[in-house]
């Protein structure tokens, strides 16, 4: 949730026309460290998620703890692995950020990583979808988890059709791009925000079952 409210801040300050241009890159850069941490917590569940279970059809802890895996045969793998890299992809965007670099040194070192980023965040929300769904898609109105699992989708949408408008040119040839890019970003971290929130009472379902 803080790494999202900082990328909604940012934005909103942008939107806004602030010219404080380094605290807007600082914001930005901050909220990408929040977005690693916590998808790496993500990963880090995933690759010690049990994989077997007892006589009694209950779920057996991981023999030792694993704090780096590869588990390409699970879908819970792919839909936290991608985001954790993606998340580091941002780090990299955002602190490239601060450099006063031309139109192409800019695409290079800050679109670019930003551009990655967001396909890998769209392969997780894909792959979150079709572990909870196990298929392309499904309806579950009732369940909490599919409301989670759907509005980070949306969220990894957003964020790539921001990546998308990012793109600089010496010669642009849309005009407003920017502000697009801005206002996905910002789409796309409320929904970040909204599902991160509502995993607070998932929780507590969980709890009471």
């Known amino acids: 949730m803080i790494g999202s409210w900082h ?8 939107l806004a026309g602030s010219s404080y241009a380094y ?14 941490s916590a998808g790496y917590s993500q990963y880090y569940q995933a690759i010690n998620a049990p994989e077997a279970l007892d006589e009694n059809g209950r779920p057996l802890a991981a023999k030792k703890r694993r704090y780096l895996g590869w588990q390409p045969h699970r879908l819970d793998f792919w839909a936290t692995f991608p985001q954790f890299i993606g998340t580091l992809a941002f780090n990299v965007s955002t602190f490239m950020a601060f450099a006063s670099v031309e139109w192409l040194g800019y695409d290079l070192l800050v679109w ?37 699992i759907i509005i980070n989708f949306i969220g990894c949408v957003a964020f790539m059709i921001s990546a998308f408008a990012a793109f ?13 890019s801005v206002l996905f970003t910002l789409i796309g971290a409320v929904c970040f925000f909204v599902g991160a929130y509502l995993m607070w009472p998932e929780m507590a379902q969980e709890e009471a079952a």
């Open 7 to 14: 990328f909604i801040s940012g934005s909103v300050f942008v």
């Open 23 to 36: 605290l807007i890159d600082l914001i930005y850069f901050i909220g990408s460290i929040f977005f690693t």
């Open 112 to 148: 670019v990583p930003d551009y990655v980023g967001s396909i890998l965040f769209l392969v997780s929300g894909i792959a979150a979808v079709l572990e909870f769904c196990h298929r392309l898609w499904c309806w579950r109105l009732n369940d909490l988890t599919w409301w989670i």
């Open 168 to 180: 600089v040119r010496p010669n642009p040839i849309f005009n407003n791009l920017t502000t697009w």
